[in-house]
């Protein structure tokens, strides 16, 4: 199907993808119609091998620590392109998003394809992204690419081992980088690989409407349930039962029971809030709750800077 310039979700390790052979403009063009994706909202680019990277992209020596200490993995990495890539990929800007995933299954779709897959996540722009195969299927994304076909284009991994989206480093020169999107690999993780005089930076979004985002999950509403949700730092005494109250961690003393209050994490650990957390968005999502509380994770937690990027950002009003 990728062969013929047709769309198929694949789970990566972090959520699931709608995937398309990065090198057709038109295979291309049928994510952004899929997903309702502005164009201006350049896409990933997965390889299976650094060769395969290096004919995207001008690498350096700081891009090529990065990718030979996290890939596969969850980096992507901004990196001034090579003119083969079309630019509908890159929105017409200088740079490609580049990763290779860790995922077995989609390695192998990446190895039988021979060609590098452009893959958004596979849901509607600015939804909370799928991280299993009938989340995929549930959304309106597929639907719009499966009407009128018998096979319907998605391979089932089961559930997302990671469940939030990539870390996105743009390697600005030698000597500094810049983190345009918190995620799966942590900012202390990137610090470690590289050399400490290296700056990381993590630029303000670019919001203003004729500013092009350098990264698109920049924009401050997106990952959004379509239930109004509130992120705060602590909840307070009494929690309406109206509303779902998402606690980060089991156990505090403000820790409610009831059939309307939920927890991330029973211990309190960020990989497991991590993977529960668009899972459970979406389940909270159009059971008629007035509002969905966010409990804020703790700022010592190693996934505090992503976990609450991604809240912030469910719970940033349009
Ligand atoms: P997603 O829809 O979650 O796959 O998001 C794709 C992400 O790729 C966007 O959120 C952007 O941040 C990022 N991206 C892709 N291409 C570029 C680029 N050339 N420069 C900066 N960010 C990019
Ligand atoms: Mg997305």
Redesign the pocket.
């Known amino acids: 199907m990728l062969a013929r310039g047709k769309l198929v979700a694949v789970p990566a390790e972090t959520?699931y993808?709608l995937a398309a052979d990065a090198t057709n403009p038109a295979a291309c063009a049928a994510i952004f119609t899929a997903k309702k994706?502005p164009a201006d909202?350049?896409?990933?680019v997965h390889v299976s091998s650094l060769a395969q990277a290096g004919q995207l992209a001008e690498w350096n020596p700081l891009a090529k620590t990065l990718a030979k200490r996290f890939w596969p993995g969850p980096l992507?990495l901004?990196l001034p392109?090579k003119s083969c890539v079309p630019n509908i990929?890159?929105?017409g800007?200088t740079?490609?998003?580049i990763r290779m995933p860790a995922h077995p299954l989609f390695k192998k779709v990446l190895q039988a394809a021979g060609v590098p897959l452009a893959?958004?996540?596979a849901n509607l722009f600015g939804y909370v992204?799928p991280t299993r195969a009938a989340h995929v299927l549930a959304g309106e994304a597929f639907k719009k690419i499966r009407t009128g076909r018998a096979n319907p284009a998605i391979l089932d991994g089961g559930e997302c081992p990671i469940g939030v989206?990539s870390t996105?480093v743009?390697v600005v020169s030698q000597r500094s980088i810049q983190i345009?999107?918190p995620g799966a690999i942590s900012r202390e993780q990137i610090k470690s690989a590289i050399a400490p005089g290296v700056r990381v930076t993590r630029p303000k979004p670019a919001r203003a409407a004729n500013v092009k985002?350098?990264?698109?999950?920049?924009l401050e509403r997106h990952y959004s349930p379509q239930t109004a949700t509130i992120l705060r730092r602590v909840f307070p005494k009494k929690m309406s039962a109206r509303d779902a109250w998402v606690h980060f961690r089991s156990g505090d003393t403000s820790t409610a029971q009831g059939e309307n209050h939920f927890v991330l994490s029973p211990q309190g650990d960020g990989e497991t809030a991590a993977k529960s957390l668009y899972r459970l968005l979406r389940d909270l999502d159009g059971r008629g709750y007035r509002a969905i509380q966010l409990q804020q994770v703790p700022s010592d937690n190693p996934w505090a800077e992503t976990l609450n990027d991604r809240m912030r950002r469910a719970a940033a009003k349009s």
């Open positions: 959520v993808g994706r909202d350049p896409l990933i992507t901004v392109r990929v890159t929105s800007l740079t490609v998003a893959a958004p996540s992204s989206e996105i743009r345009l999107r985002p350098t990264a698109p999950g920049q």
